[in-house]
């Protein structure tokens, strides 16, 4: 899996941390999603420490939805998350998020959904599956 390769992208006049977040973008633009990328920074004002700062990938205005894209969850991203469903839970409940493939039997995917949905309480019918949408990337141009 090569997630990482963030830049500029022409196609896209815009910058972005990673090839899955872009093509997201290009997949939203093809089917007619208007989209706002890291539309906004979350702060964790109690916090002193690790994570203080949580900033969701994208803003759908016309569904209210966050969107945020994940390849892995390191134990920081993990940290934000609960952190963001802690201090800000009516955003929290907005949040979306899109795995590698919800439907994997791999450990490191049966851990990430397990996390997800024990740990966050996020319903798995909110959880994307990347693989799905990437199934569209013969038709979106510029597709990475």
């Not at 090839?19 to 916090?47: C, D, H, L, S, T």
């Not at 700062?53 to 920081?76: C, S």
């Amino acid at each position: 899996m090569h997630l990482t390769r963030g830049g500029y992208r022409e196609d896209l006049k815009q910058y972005f941390r990673s090839k899955w977040e872009a093509n997201m973008a290009r997949y939203y633009n093809f089917v007619g999603i208007k989209w706002i990328y890291e539309p906004q920074e979350f702060e964790f004002y109690k916090i002193k420490r690790g994570s203080r700062f949580y900033k969701p990938d994208f803003y759908l205005p016309r569904q209210d939805r966050f969107i945020e894209v994940k390849g892995w969850f390191r134990p920081a991203d993990k940290t934000k998350l609960r952190r963001f469903k802690k201090y800000y839970p009516e955003e929290f409940a907005k949040l979306e998020l899109i795995v590698p493939d919800k439907y994997s039997g791999s450990r490191a995917n049966g851990e990430m959904i397990k996390f997800l949905c024990d740990d966050l309480g996020i319903d798995f019918e909110k959880i994307g599956s990347y693989k799905e949408i990437e199934k569209y990337s013969n038709l979106i141009p510029g597709w990475e």
